[in-house]
């Protein structure tokens, strides 16, 4: 069994973050100050008897499946990762559409 830990933004300096396996919720949402303390937290939170790996994704862009030992030692490591990723798909997105838009004038 491999979770995935969705973490979405709410707002300003405020993230709220689901564990689910297949579809279906682990644990409750759960509301954090940064991207690194919701990795951190699972990391630790995580029953190790049952969740050793987890795929890890911000608004649906993932950096792929990573292990709890992992997120507990390197959280802020991950969170850059993962946020670098995400602003580079959003970049791409934008810079796609903007030529299309070129493309039509």
């Known amino acids: ?5 969705h973490i979405e933004k709410f707002e300003s300096g405020m ?15 759960k509301m954090f100050s940064n991207v690194a303390e919701v990795i951190r937290y699972f990391g630790e939170d995580a029953p190790n008897d049952l969740i050793q ?3 890890i994704k911000y608004s649906g862009y993932g950096i792929g499946t990573i292990s709890t030992v992992r997120m507990k030692s390197e ?4 969170a850059k990762d993962l946020m670098s990723l ?20």
Request: aromatic letters at 10%.
């Open 1 to 5: 069994m491999v979770p995935t830990l």
């Open 53 to 55: 790996f987890m795929d």
């Open 86 to 105: 995400y602003s580079a798909v959003i970049n791409a997105e934008e810079k796609m559409q903007y030529q299309k838009q070129l493309s039509k004038a």
């Open 75 to 78: 959280p802020e490591v991950l």
């Open 15 to 29: 993230y709220v973050a689901t564990l689910e396996d297949a579809g279906e919720p682990m644990f409750e949402e």
